[in-house]
């Protein structure tokens, strides 16, 4: 008698539990908040976790680390079952990683219908499958498949105390609707959480952590400072790396002065702080003195006149110095006084469009235009132009000539100036090697700051040719004028030509076979209109034929622009070596979190440096060999076209350009590694 009582008290409880999925971490199930249903009757099911201590499992958004609950159900026909109703978690630090999930045991509930025609003496029989991620200081993955039958009779009937004890947990962590406003504001690597409202106090609010709905808003593991006043509390947050502005969703979970804690759902508002309100926040400000980022500006300025990006537009200048030769030196002087001129207003724009996009709270990088096909198109084919001009197909305002020394002399001062602009146009891919940290903390810092550093960097590139035009002695010892000069003028040719071939190398890899095909007939459309202007200013018989055609020629290739234009970029694959996994910033915590050694290498097609440092040494037998032992994860992110995951990354060591190699030891902060690899470099950051 007695064994059928104590199996009459059970039964309930068994029929609102599904089997058990069991391991020495866990025991999983599916339950019910009733042991009996009735048609049409709404209840609440849930994937019951049971954890050993130590260990826990995930919210929805699982921090650095770990995988959400993910459950799929099969139910009979007419019945249906909602999402998860997500418990407020609680947030785990294990070293450098932040987590955010719950301990011992936890139920994820969700709504269950029951179908109208269900008929009462049935079962209703609910199958579901269902994967876990469950950590301590390791993760390991977990997956059950489940079976619960309800019986369907007239009324329905509550399941048996523990299971509904069980759904209590989950009900005490329910988010609550905030009774508040609140907003979110960005300003430098910080944020600010404003919620302002009726019975916010000192009393009220003890303490207060935030749970980003979304991964990559915040740095999950970063403090959140907290100040409390009358109706208002402020907190400061780190941003990620992968932040992006715009609107926000997330929990507030608010323990007040008895203990209570409790999670509160807020929908966040996009704000503006004072530069004072986030300075607490901004746990990265520029760290380099403004003299110290000047004189790196500089530096790096004289040193791109080495890079194999400037060199094509030297090549330009060195020519229009030979046609120099034997003129006054006042001419001289001044060809150099308009290509400084140049490099420094390409320079200022160029900061001034960066800090532009910024303020509007968009985020690019150095050397951002080469991230659109039609500006590397338009730079190939303006190459494949110059090189047709060096080589004498046509003649720039050849027709001008003889109307005056005057405006020649104006011509030629409006080409030096047109030179330095190009100068920094190209060579913005070879920057960031010797000036990435000056450039990441100009970004960051005032405008002024800005403005100042970007006009050392021009003033550094033009230094060279300013000073030989400054100079007498150097004048003097410019050789004569002779047949000497028309050979280097041709000879000079080739490097445009090496470069609009380069160009279209990157174009290829941007926008695919459908871009290179535009780019290719822009080339050919180009070389008929140079062809054309030459035999017009050759005084053919009806010069307006080769005009008009030539007019004609432009148009298409204005044509072609607009098609550029609208093109959509592909992902490049050359960029991706057989050992390289693609970047991804929720790979890149899940390995530090699991331990693993990791390499992250940025790098785009139109990164000279970047190709070279590839091919002599992170190809290298030496430095795989290395990676391999040591069991090194290689991440590759490729910014040849615009990805705000890969600028949020930079950005996040104030750097906006490449190349770009961090080293993540086991357990420790990133190691950056310097822009020029050698073998040596790279094998003894990772042996370390």
């Known amino acids: 008698m007695t064994a059928v009582l104590l199996v009459a008290t059970l039964l309930p409880a068994l029929a609102a539990e599904s089997n058990l999925q069991q391991s ?33 499992t995930y919210w929805k958004n699982p921090g650095d680390a770990g995988s959400p609950p993910n459950i799929a159900f099969t139910l009979p026909q007419g019945a249906t079952v909602g999402a998860i109703d997500w418990p407020g978690p609680d947030r785990f630090i294990i070293g450098p990683v932040a987590s955010y999930g719950y301990e011992n045991e936890i139920v994820f509930p969700m709504r269950l219908t029951v179908p109208q025609d269900a008929r009462p003496g049935s079962q209703l029989v609910i199958e579901s499958s269902g994967d876990w991620v469950v950590c301590e200081k390791e993760c390991i993955p977990e997956e059950g498949k489940f079976r619960l039958s309800l019986p369907v009779e007239a009324s329905p009937r509550p399941a048996a105390a523990e299971i509904r004890a069980a759904f209590s947990i989950a009900d005490a962590r329910r988010p609550q609707a905030a009774p508040w406003k609140a907003s979110l504001a960005a300003g430098g690597s910080g944020l600010q959480l404003l919620v302002k409202g009726e019975g916010i106090t000192s009393q009220s609010v003890r303490s207060a952590l935030f749970f980003p709905e979304r991964w990559g808003l915040i740095d999950h593991v970063a403090p959140q400072s907290l100040e ?33 804690k409790r999670w509160f759902a807020l929908e966040l508002a996009p704000a503006t702080a004072s530069a004072g309100e986030l300075a607490a926040a901004d746990a990265k400000p520029a760290s380099l003195p403004l003299w110290q980022m000047a004189v ?21 200048k060195a020519t229009a110095f030979a046609g120099m030769s034997g003129s006054d030196r006042r001419e001289v002087r001044l060809s150099a006084v308009f290509y400084t001129l140049g490099v420094l207003a390409a320079f200022m724009a160029l900061a001034i469009g960066l800090l532009a996009v910024r303020a509007g709270g968009g985020a690019v990088g ?19 132009a110059i090189g047709l001009n060096l080589s004498g197909v046509f003649e720039v305002g050849s027709s001008l000539a003889g109307t005056g020394q005057q405006l020649a002399e104006r011509k030629g001062h409006a080409g030096s100036f047109f030179t330095g602009l190009l100068a920094v146009v190209v060579a913005t891919p070879c920057t960031a ?96 209109v140079g062809w054309l202007v030459g035999l017009g200013q050759q005084g053919v018989k009806k010069p307006w034929w080769p005009r008009g055609f030539a007019v004609l020629g432009m148009a298409g290739l204005f044509g072609l622009m607009a098609v550029l234009h609208t093109t959509e970029p592909v992902a490049p694959s050359s960029q991706q070596a057989t050992n390289a996994e693609p970047y991804s910033a929720e790979r890149l915590a899940s390995l530090r979190a699991a331990g693993k050694p990791v390499f992250v290498n940025m790098t785009a097609a139109w990164c000279i440096t970047c190709l070279v440092n590839e091919r002599t040494t992170l190809s290298t037998a030496a430095v795989q060999q290395a990676m391999q032992a040591q069991e090194v994860v290689y ?45 040596a470099i790279v094998t003894e950051a990772i042996e370390q």
């Open 24 to 56: 020495p971490r866990t025991t999983v199930s599916l339950v019910s908040d009733h042991a009996a249903v009735s048609p049409g009757q709404t209840l609440r099911i849930g994937l019951r976790q049971r954890l050993a201590p130590h260990w826990h």
């Open 228 to 260: 409390v006043g009358q109706g208002e509390l402020s907190m400061k947050l780190q941003k990620a790396q992968g932040y992006a502005p715009g609107p926000a969703k997330g929990l507030l979970a608010i323990t007040d002065g008895g203990g209570r």
């Open 296 to 316: 790196f500006a500089f530096i790096g300025g004289l040193i791109l006149n080495l890079m194999p990006c400037v060199f094509p537009v030297l090549a330009i």
């Open 366 to 384: 150095w050397g951002f235009q080469f991230q659109s096909p039609l500006f590397v198109a338009s730079m190939c084919w303006l190459m494949l």
């Open 433 to 528: 090697p010797f000036m990435g940290a000056a450039i990441g903390s100009a970004l960051v810092a005032p405008a002024y700051v800005s403005l100042v550093v970007f006009a050392m960097m021009g003033l550094g590139l033009a230094l060279p040719f300013l000073l030989l035009g400054l100079f007498p002695a150097v004048a003097r010892r410019l050789p004569r004028p002779g047949m000497w000069m028309v050979t280097l003028r041709q000879a000079m040719a080739f490097p445009m030509y090496a470069t609009a071939a380069w160009l279209l190398w990157v174009l290829a890899q941007q926008a695919g076979e459908a871009g290179l095909r535009t780019a290719l007939a822009g080339a050919v459309l180009v070389g008929l």
């Open 635 to 679: 991440m590759k992110g490729d910014w040849t076209n615009r990805d705000p995951a890969i600028t949020a990354f930079l950005q996040s060591f104030q750097r906006d350009g490449l190349p770009f190699y961090a080293f993540y030891p086991p357990g420790k902060e990133a190691v950056v590694l310097p822009p020029v690899l050698t073998q």
